[in-house]
Structures are given as structure tokens and as C-alpha cells.
């Protein structure tokens, strides 16, 4: 039995090409000084809106409708919106008052200086609002100094509520392609930590990802659920509320492990923890904060380190789930809304998992039989 030699040189190839996925690998890095200076971009997605400095009302300005759909995707501008030219209107003027609201900036209406400082900030993917209406708390005193009767900006999934009463030992588990290291696995276990040990939740990692309560993974780009990630920076991460328990990351982020950003400049480089930290509340049932301390706030610089829960967090979570009976929190009083790896650059690759295993083993098969 022949066969020409394109044909085994063909087949050949499409091993070697299966068995190196290249394309997806998660960056994972121990400390900000190991990540190669070739990984860090000059500009990211969002920094073209830096164009935009000045724009109010009734004026166009080319690409604008690039920063309308951002104020969309965040839920400031109504679903049915979709004038998306370039011309400034009054209800994206609307949008970004309310935008400014919510992050104690100013509410002009207009594209100022501080306003964009923070629009280009990455942050977290879910939204501060849904259909054009805020979710989160920002016209409310909040003062971080004060110490008698300040109210709490937390905020929950609208129309969700949290894990049922019969629900307080929860299991999370990893992508099992993602093949995540100890240490990586060792951030989350961390990051679950925070929220137990303020309420009466434990978390306990799990084998099984089709069972599990909470399921993390890594994605690049389109994963199949209508919110794709968009390379280094700009959107991080987001998670579902309860009881989906979907928590999803950026592959492409360079994260950082250790959370040590004290002698380094920030560059591109994302903690892991903190963005951890900040999606588990959403696994919670929490949603966004406009109070700048707390980990439910939506943005985050790089090269930051945010890991400890605030009150206002805290009281968030405790209006749903109660305290755990050991916390003995303080701080500022609230008022409730009542009503490692130390060896240098550690990339994880993705290896071959189900059914991309199965097809590799399948066409090594048939070129053996063809061969012999
Ligand atoms: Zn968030
Ligand atoms: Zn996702």
C-alpha cells in the first residue's frame, strides 16, 4: 500500500499543528519584572478615546460611536439604542452624567479630562447598569473618614437572588484545559478566603467542572457567551450571579501572581487576586460599588493590589448571607441600604484536552495504518 508523500507529509503536519495549540496560552507571571518587554503594548483598545477630550453635546467627533458602544455595553445607553454615528445626542449625553455619577466625578454631561481618566482605566466586564438605568448607589453620602451614620453603596444583581438558604458550602473548580498551576490555584483559594471569612460561606475546590457550584476559566476572545474579551487590558474579567456561578477571565491579561508592583512601574500587568476578590462577590449575588475603596468598585489600575474587603463590602454581602459568627470587623460605621513561582516567566500552555485528544489520537492512528 502507497500512498504519494504529500499526502503523510499533510497528515504529519496537522499533528504537529494540533499537539502545539500555540495561539491559546494564559500568561501567568510570579512578579512584574519577569514579564517580557515584547508582551506590553504602547497603547491599548481604550486609549483612542483620549481623542475624545472635550466632546459634549451637539458636536461630532469621528469614531465617537466607538465610545458609545462602550457606554452600551455597561449598560448606560438603553439596549434599543442605536444611533450609533458619530454625532453627540442627549441621550448619550445622559449616559455619561450617569456614568459620572456613579463614579463621583462631576456630572457634566461632557467628555472632561477626569471623565476619560477613568473610562480608559481596565476594568471589570460587568455592567454598572442595565438598559440604561445605574444599578449602583451613587447619590448617597459616603465618607470614608466619618464614623456615625454614612450609607453603604453597595449594590446587588437587580431581580437575583442569592445562593439559597440550604447553600453555604459551595464548590468551585477550574477549566480543566487551563491546567493551572498550584500557585495559580492558591490566588483563588485565597480570594475565596476573603469572603468566608465574613460570612458563614465556605468554598472547597473540586475535580468535577461539570458539577461544581462555581466553574473558572481562562477564554480568549469570543467564548460563547455574547461577552467577548478583548486582549491585554480593557475588560479583565466577569461572573455570573447565583446559581450560574460562571467566573471567566482574560487569557490574554499578563497576570501577575505575587501582587508585589512595589518596584516596578505598573506597565500592563493585572494582580490576580484582586481581580479575583472582585468577581467572587459577583458570584455572590453582589454587584457593583461606587465607593473607591471597595472591592466591588468596577475599575482597576494596573499594577494595582486591592485585596481587602471594605465595609462596604462586607455589609453587602452580610445583608445577604449574615455574618460569619467569628468576624469581628471594624470600621467605619455603616448604615445599611436595608431596605508563586520564584523562576522567572511561567507560561501556562494549554494542552490537549477530550476531544482534541480523541482527534490527534485518531489521525495517528490512521497514518500508522497507512504507513504500515
Ligand atoms: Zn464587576
Ligand atoms: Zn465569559
Not at 69 to 76: C, E, N, W
Not at 136 to 147: D, E, L, V
Request: with cysteine; hydrophobic share 35%.
Amino acid at each position: 500500500m502507497k500512498f504519494p508523500f504529500y499526502i503523510i507529509t499533510f497528515i504529519i503536519t496537522v499533528i504537529l499543528i494540533s499537539i502545539n495549540p500555540i495561539p491559546t496560552s494564559a500568561h501567568f507571571y510570579p512578579n512584574i519584572s519577569s514579564i517580557p518587554l515584547s508582551l506590553i503594548p504602547n497603547r491599548t483598545l481604550w486609549d483612542a478615546f483620549n481623542n475624545f477630550t472635550g466632546c459634549h453635546k451637539g458636536v461630532k467627533a469621528d469614531g465617537l460611536h466607538k465610545l458609545k458602544k462602550y457606554f452600551q455595553y455597561f449598560g448606560y445607553l438603553n439596549n434599543s439604542y442605536n444611533d450609533f454615528s458619530d454625532l453627540f445626542d442627549g441621550n448619550f449625553e445622559s449616559a455619561v452624567k450617569t456614568y459620572q455619577l456613579n463614579f463621583n466625578l462631576n456630572a457634566t454631561g461632557q467628555i472632561d479630562a477626569n471623565t476619560l481618566k477613568n473610562i480608559v482605566l481596565p476594568r471589570c466586564g460587568n455592567p454598572d447598569a442595565v438598559n440604561g438605568t445605574s444599578t449602583m448607589h451613587s447619590n448617597r453620602p459616603y465618607s470614608a473618614n466619618s464614623t456615625i451614620n454614612t450609607v453603604a453603596h453597595y449594590s446587588f444583581f437587580p431581580n437575583t437572588p442569592p445562593w439559597p438558604r440550604g447553600r453555604r458550602d459551595l464548590t468551585y473548580a477550574f477549566l480543566p484545559r487551563n491546567q493551572l498551576s498550584d500557585l495559580v490555584r492558591g490566588v483563588f483559594s485565597r480570594a475565596f478566603e476573603r469572603w468566608s471569612e465574613v460570612t458563614p460561606l465556605t468554598f472547597t475546590e473540586t475535580s468535577s467542572f461539570s458539577s461544581a457550584d462555581i466553574r473558572i476559566g481562562f477564554y480568549s476572545g469570543d467564548h460563547n457567551d455574547g461577552e467577548p474579551f478583548d486582549g491585554v487590558l480593557g475588560t479583565l474579567a466577569h461572573a455570573f450571579a447565583p446559581p450560574v456561578g460562571r467566573f471567566h477571565l482574560d487569557e490574554q491579561e499578563n497576570w501577575i501572581i505575587d501582587g508585589d508592583f512595589t518596584n516596578a512601574s505598573p506597565l500592563s500587568a493585572v494582580d490576580l487576586e484582586s481581580v479575583a476578590v472582585h468577581e467572587i462577590g459577583h458570584l455572590l449575588g453582589l454587584g457593583h460599588s461606587s465607593v473607591e475603596d471597595a472591592i466591588m468598585y468596577p475599575t482597576i489600575s494596573s499594577g494595582t493590589r486591592k485585596v481587602e474587603l471594605s465595609s462596604d463590602d462586607v455589609l453587602g454581602v452580610q445583608e445577604l448571607y449574615g455574618s460569619n459568627p467569628n468576624y469581628n470587623g471594624t470600621g467605619p460605621v455603616l448604615t445599611p441600604r436595608g431596605e508563586r513561582d520564584s523562576s522567572g516567566a511561567h507560561f501556562m500552555g494549554f494542552w490537549l484536552y477530550g476531544p482534541e485528544m480523541l482527534l490527534v489520537t485518531g489521525l495517528f492512528s490512521l497514518l500508522v495504518l497507512l504507513i504500515f
